[in-house]
């Protein structure tokens, strides 16, 4: 018997509190501004927020860089503006996770201040980071922000020592065999839900330890760690009462640990990193065996888990995990202007890559409710923004939400230069073509589009806990989620090529076929020709109580 936890079939929005919108006019998204605009997502019908991180930092690396774990950055509000909006989002029903980095901190944290200034043992945050005399330490674990580091070891001219760090230089990676390093990590776990949120998207967990001779990877002490951390979540709150949700951006079979097992839990959700790469891998392939490799059996998550789905979110497209072959052929598809190459990825938002095709747009949001999963909206791609690749990094992906016509699309009424990052203003992607307010108007709009795939997912729950099949058809032109649960069935197909396709009426097994009912009525064929044409999708229905 499953058990249908609230996150098994939630619509997440995952959203940069800087970018969203500013409620004091210094050109700064803030808490006050996100508070304020609550009954967006009430309308949109989102049930989670997924906060993007908040915390005092120096900001290189859009604020994964934390400073300190306790507060808010001042240009963010302050922390009865974080108290105001969990409880305003409680009485609408809406739940907040908050970002949790555990591997590393900025180097302008108080600890790591500490740590460099000597190695005694009098120094208590001496052990806090990996440390070591010589830069050949756990040699050939790959940088990955190969575009920005050479090495993962940095010199610190203080200390006299070099220090690990798996990501920028500015971000060093904490010790996780000083236990008291553990105790911090509970500590602020503490601190964050005893204010009420509902969980943390968990950042970067794959590297917590270091042992030499390995990749440094999803190692058997970090597996330990988790499950330590789980223990300690569920004796303080309760079983199944908090959210862990892990970003590991892994290969299958290295991902699917970090679940646990009835027994012996980890984590609650997982971004389905394998599947996301692949709907895109399988859209410019115009095949779907991609997909299909990976969704069979081993997708299956324990009862208790469930995948969080997404289809962009504030990084790049990353293409680490998948072969260097299929890496340049993706690079070649979506990549080939020659700017939007970073690091093992793609920075553009959902729009950009699909090279503003509303056609393909629409069907990969609609893969994307029909999948077994928990999904994600990221900020703005609800309107189809655009992507600004003037801005560096990733940054391109993070402009502000475009809200209507006005100034600063409604984002801010600071003077333009002030903005946190300029609004998107050219004519395919601006925010004259694209906002909000036209869109809520418009019947036919994204906007609506979206919010009609969420409306789907609430009447079609089972989506979130069936039991579903993976099928391919008219040559792996098509793919079909076939969800069956207590004689409600569903079956949602898609065309990925610029084909015209028939779908075998056979496979559909539902039983009474002349009761078939079509969830989109866009599609003007008659009931009984299962047909797709380019780029598009139907999912049938029946119920046979
Ligand atoms: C994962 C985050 O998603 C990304 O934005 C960040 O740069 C890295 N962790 C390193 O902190
Ligand atoms: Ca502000």
């Known amino acids: 018997m499953e058990d249908h936890h609230w996150y098994k079939n939630a619509v997440f929005y995952e959203v940069s509190v800087k970018s969203f ?229 892994m290969w299958q079979d290295d991902l699917l640990p970090y679940f646990g097992n009835k027994e012996v839990k980890e984590f609650d959700m997982g971004f389905d990193f394998p599947v996301m790469t692949r709907i895109y891998e399988s859209l410019a392939r115009e095949n779907v065996s991609p997909l299909m490799s990976v969704m069979g059996e081993k997708h299956h998550l324990p009862d208790h888990c469930q995948w969080a789905t997404f289809l962009r979110n504030h990084d790049e497209l990353t293409l680490e995990k998948v072969t260097p072959e299929v890496r340049e052929f993706m690079w070649k598809y979506y990549a080939s202007d020659g700017v939007s190459k970073i690091n093992l990825g793609v920075r553009k938002r959902l729009a950009t890559l699909m090279e503003n095709d509303q056609q393909k747009i629409k069907l990969l949001n609609s893969f994307l409710f029909a999948l077994p999963g928990s999904p994600i909206i990221y900020y703005g791609q609800e309107i189809g923004m655009g992507t600004d690749l003037t801005l560096g990094d990733r940054n391109g992906v993070r402009t502000p939400m475009q809200w209507d016509r006005t100034t600063n699309a409604g984002f801010s009424d600071a003077e333009q230069s002030r903005l946190v990052f300029p609004v998107i203003d050219d004519d395919e992607y601006g925010y004259h073509v694209i906002n909000v307010e036209d869109q809520k108007s418009d019947p036919n709009s994204l906007f609506n589009f979206i919010r009609k795939l969420i409306k789907l997912r609430k009447q079609y729950p089972f989506i979130g806990f069936s039991e579903y099949n993976v099928i391919s058809f008219a040559e792996k032109k098509g793919i079909a989620i076939y969800h069956k649960y207590n004689g409600f069935e569903l079956f949602c197909a898609f065309n990925f090529s610029s084909h015209t396709i028939e779908i075998n009426k056979n496979l559909i097994g539902m039983e009474k076929s002349d009761e078939i009912r079509r969830v989109f009525d866009e599609n003007t064929r008659e009931i009984d020709q299962f047909v797709l044409d380019p780029y598009n999708f139907q999912w049938y229905y029946t119920e046979s109580k």
């Open 21 to 249: 919108k500013d409620s004091n006019g210094d050109g700064i998204g803030d808490i006050r501004g996100l508070t304020s605009k609550l009954d967006y997502f009430v309308d949109l019908g989102i049930n989670a927020l997924w906060l993007l991180p908040f915390y005092p930092s120096p900001w290189k690396d859009d604020g994964y860089d934390v400073a300190d774990y306790y507060g808010i950055h001042s240009d963010m509000g302050s922390m009865s503006d974080f108290d105001e909006l969990i409880e305003e989002a409680n009485k609408r029903g809406i739940k907040i996770i908050i970002d949790l980095v555990t591997n590393h901190t900025s180097d302008q944290h108080f600890w790591f201040q500490e740590s460099r200034k000597d190695s005694s043992r009098d120094n208590p945050y001496a052990d806090y980071y990996v440390w070591s005399d010589t830069d050949d330490k756990y040699n050939g674990v790959r940088v990955i922000f190969n575009d920005f580091e050479a090495s993962n070891w940095t010199f610190d001219a203080v200390r006299k020592q070099y220090y690990w760090h798996r990501f920028f230089h500015h971000q060093p990676d904490l010790n996780f065999d000083n236990p008291k390093v553990h105790q911090e990590i509970f500590d602020i776990l503490d601190f964050w839900l005893d204010k009420g949120i509902a969980g943390f998207r968990v950042d970067a967990i794959p590297y917590l330890y270091e042992r030499e001779g390995t990749s440094c990877e999803n190692l058997q002490e970090t597996h330990q760690f988790l499950r330590k951390m789980r223990e300690h979540v569920d004796e303080r709150y309760g079983p199944n009462q908090k959210i862990l949700l892990c970003e590991s951006n």
